[in-house]
């Protein structure tokens, strides 16, 4: 059993670059494999088939270089909310604070009944 827990080590990717070269090589192939479907399927159907084909590498390469986490990335934490500051009794904003008018004005404010 430990025979193919060490074989099975060689084909895990650890770092980022064997990801990185993992991805060159796919690269590699789904180019050489979209040259073929343009030399099988001349015209727009082979370049759709080649379009296919590098496609896969645009998915797969994000896929490869998320799964191994590079030692340099540094961890995100949550912010804690901030603390809410107290507000005076006074001045709670739930109870109506009486109207205030000045003596003599007779501006739009000095007809509002208190």
Request: glycine share 6%.
């Amino acid at each position: 059993m430990t025979m193919f827990k060490r074989l099975g080590r060689l084909f895990t990717i650890k770092t980022r670059w064997e990801a990185w070269a993992v991805i060159w090589a796919i690269t590699l192939g789904a180019v050489e494999r979209g040259k073929a479907y343009l030399h099988v399927y001349p015209g727009a159907t082979g370049w759709l088939f080649f379009a296919a084909c590098v496609a896969v590498v645009f998915i797969a390469g994000p896929k490869l270089l998320d799964s191994v986490r590079s030692k340099a990335q540094p961890v995100i934490r949550a912010i804690p909310p901030r603390p809410v500051p107290e507000r005076h009794p006074r001045l709670s904003r739930s109870r109506p604070r009486p109207f205030h008018r000045t003596a003599g004005s007779m501006s739009r404010t000095s007809f509002h009944r208190s």
